[in-house]
């Protein structure tokens, strides 16, 4: 069973959080992951990104998309727990930079944090390449059935 919580605590934007959860169980079957997988997907201002990057990465700026894997035991069985940390301020200014709408960017940033959380890295020029492939082939799907 799929265990998706989505979180807006950024109240300049209204978010569909349950049509953002069914995008993130959609994205796990298209990616052939298990139905086990607990995500959370916390939505956030710049400011408050700038502060969560901070935070976990030592940055002093904000950024567009944080992906944390919290892994552990509880009665007798590990877990795995998924955050997705997601600027909504970034979509917004990206989605006009990049003239997209708002939906398209934010899927963007929920597919490329679900991607890192399953071992995906931007870090070389071919591991970027292979994710932004896979990434946009996936942003198509989602937007098209939308």
Same mark, same amino acid.
């Given at each position: *069973? ?12 209204? @978010? ?14 298209? @990616?052939?992951?298990?139905? #086990?997988? &607990? ?8 400011? %408050? *990104?700038? &502060? ?18 919290? #892994? ?17 301020? *970034? ?22 944090? @679900? ?15 292979? *994710?932004? %492939? ?13």
């Amino acid at each position: *069973m799929l265990n998706i919580s989505v979180a807006n605590q950024c109240k300049r934007y209204r @978010i569909n959080c349950a049509k953002v959860s069914r995008s993130v169980a959609d994205i796990l079957r298209l @990616i052939k992951k298990p139905v #086990s997988t &607990k995500l959370e997907i916390l939505l956030v201002d710049r400011k %408050a *990104m700038a &502060k969560f990057n901070k935070r976990f990465t030592h940055r002093s700026y904000d950024t567009d998309v944080l992906s944390f894997r919290l #892994s552990g035991y509880g009665l007798k069985r590990r877990f795995d727990i998924g955050q997705i940390i997601i600027s909504l301020d *970034m979509a917004k200014a990206n989605a006009k930079r990049f003239s997209v709408t708002f939906e398209e960017e934010l899927a963007r940033y929920v597919v490329h944090g @679900i991607l890192h959380y399953f071992g995906y890295d931007d870090v070389t020029e071919k591991k970027k390449k292979r *994710m932004f %492939a896979k990434q946009e082939k996936i942003v198509k799907i989602l937007c098209k059935n939308s």
